[in-house]
Structures are given as C-alpha cells and as structure tokens.
C-alpha cells in the first residue's frame, strides 16, 4: 500500500442532520429547521458530506411530531372548553 490512505466511498455525515435527526423527537419545529439547514450544507458540499438520510429522516419525524402534538393541544383545548 505504501503508506497511502484508501477511500472506502463513505462520506462523512454533516454533524447538523444528526442533530436535527436526534431534534426531531424532542422538539419538532428545531429538529425541521435544523435539517433542512443541514439538507442545504450538504447539497452545497457537492458530494464531500453525508447524512441525507439524516436530513430526510428528520424532516419526517418532525413534521410527525407537530402534528401529534398540535391534534392533542387542540383536543385537550375542546375537551376542557
């Protein structure tokens, strides 16, 4: 090998669409922002970032969480009213 480095094809995913990922369950408007700002990064490394997975991920499972969390405000609101 002569002292040379070989590639393995991965890219190194963005640190931002982990953490928008791991957001995502916890706070859902921070883990939206979060990853489509990381989808955005990746999309202008061309090529040199991975973690669009991540990003996709993160998207849904946000766009999940305010969801629920929006149909059990709004029930509770008519329940209690």
Sequence with gaps: MNGQIQSTGRRPPNNLAISGFIAA???GIVGLILSIKA???IRA???AQGGYGFT???IIVSIVNLVV???YILLNIAAYA
């Design 39 to 41: 989808r955005g990064q």
């Design 45 to 47: 490394s061309n090529g």
């Design 56 to 58: 996709t991920g993160g």
């Design 69 to 71: 969390t929006t149909l």
């Design 25 to 27: 369950f916890f706070c």
